[in-house]
């Protein structure tokens, strides 16, 4: 069972954006100044994904924007995919937006790869494919249930 709670704590911020650095940084070669901006400790929202036994798998993080609540840095380390990791970590950070912005356009921008897991929840395509960070990416909205 993967459990998910909104990052307190400096310990978890930490947690968190080691495991970003892991997925981006060293995985995917996002450069680091990139990967890891000002948001992070001014106007996000953190959330960090645990096993059962504690240990860091996961991590995601939310702000607003102009153009309403943007998702982001949804990462989780490569031993734990598959598992419902990011399935739990999406969960968790709609439904605290949803409770925070009910009326707020929810949007992201999904990597190529990541497409279908985010259709899979209600996330559809809007525009073109673009590049960001040398990987190729889809602007995506929420579809949120009626």
């Known amino acids: 069972m993967i459990l998910v709670h909104r990052v307190t704590t400096e310990q978890d911020l930490l947690a968190a954006l080691a495991i970003r ?14 990967e890891n901006d000002h948001h992070d400790r001014t106007d996000a929202t953190h959330y960090l994904a645990q096993t059962e036994a504690g240990t860091p ?10 153009n309403g609540v943007k998702l982001e840095r949804f990462a989780v380390l490569a031993e734990y995919r598959n598992q419902q990791v990011g399935a739990a970590l999406l969960a968790a950070v709609l439904q605290d937006v949803q409770a925070a912005h009910p009326t707020a356009e929810i949007y992201l921008n999904a990597q190529v790869a990541a497409v279908r897991f985010y259709e899979r929840h209600g996330f559809v395509k809007a525009g073109e494919a673009f590049w960001e960070a040398g ?4 602007k995506m909205t929420w579809q949120r249930p009626e």
């Open 21 to 34: 650095h892991t997925v981006f940084v060293l995985g995917q070669s996002v450069p680091a100044d990139l």
């Open 57 to 66: 798998c996961g991590a995601a993080r939310w702000r607003t924007t102009e």
């Open 135 to 138: 990987i190729e990416h889809y």
